[in-house]
T-cell receptor, first 119, second 116 residues
Framework: DGGITQSPKYLFRKEGQNVTLSCEQN?????MYWYRQDPGQGLRLIYY???????QKGDIAEGYSVSREKKESFPLTVTSAQKNPTAFYLC??????????????????FGAGTRLSVL | AQKVTQAQTEISVVEKEDVTLDCVYE???????LFWYKQPPSGELVFLIR??????QNEISGRYSWNFQKSTSSFNFTITASQVVDSAVYFC?????????????FGSGTKLNVKP
């Protein structure tokens, strides 16, 4: 079955600790995204990657880091600099990240999410 | 300014009632795309529909229907004869053609409770 796998489902972070959230896709999609969701709010973009070995900051990148060494993998590290990390984190992917005027926007497909809490 | 507004934070209905979820968007682009996603309690966002700005035809898929009106910048979602399994948070999203990547603007979501 093709899809996006996020792990772990639940994660706990201690004070001053960095933690890494995994996101793997077997859809052969070029583009991948990380979102943060807080209770009662919409999704906010943390980082995105349109192609392997390239990634860009989204709207709330401070305190987070990513890498894109393989097409199928886009891990997110929540660093100790992120003072309020408790949230639900969603990873998504789409066929192509680049868009040119007149072409259809690509649907983003999502993983099941990781819930991060602070101990 | 918020690009996508879902004014209804939470709606409760009894099974078999019809319910409409509102979505109002804001954009200066002439080419844009609108989406609806469903987020059940499990957490994963499930894609429901994509619409482009040049296609104002309403769409029906089973019990689901969508009403796109450019004149009022709205893209409303109606569930007919609601069922308990429809209970979820529903998100409306906008993607503009201005950017060279697939940036989505999400509304804050509407939580739908369908009671038996």
């Amino acid at each position: 079955d093709g899809g996006i796998t996020q792990s772990p489902k639940y994660l706990f972070r201690k004070e001053g600790q960095n933690v890494t959230l995994s996101c793997e896709q077997n859809l052969n999609h070029d583009a991948m995204y990380w979102y943060r969701q807080d209770p009662g709010q919409g999704l906010r973009l943390i980082y995105y990657s349109q192609i392997v070995n390239d990634f860009q900051k989204g709207d709330i990148a401070e305190g987070y880091s990513v890498s894109r060494e393989k097409k199928e993998s886009f891990p997110l590290t929540v660093t100790s600099a992120q003072k309020n990390p408790t949230a639900f984190y969603l990873c998504a992917s789409s066929i192509g990240g680049f868009s040119f005027r007149g072409l259809a926007k690509n649907i983003q497909y999502f993983g099941a999410g990781t819930r991060l809490s602070v101990l | 300014a918020q690009k996508v507004t879902q004014a209804q934070t939470e709606i409760s209905v009894v099974e078999k009632e019809d319910v409409t979820l509102d979505c109002v968007y804001e954009t200066r682009d002439t080419t844009y795309y609108l989406f609806w996603y469903k987020q059940p309690p499990s957490g994963e966002l499930v894609f429901l529909i994509r619409r482009n700005s040049f296609d104002e035809q309403n769409e029906i898929s089973g019990r689901y229907s969508w009403n796109f009106q450019k004149s009022t910048s709205s893209f409303n979602f109606t569930i007919t004869a609601s069922q308990v399994v429809d209970s979820a948070v529903y998100f409306c999203a906008l993607s503009e053609d201005l950017y060279n990547f697939n940036k989505f603007y999400f509304g804050s979501g509407t939580k739908l409770n369908v009671k038996p």
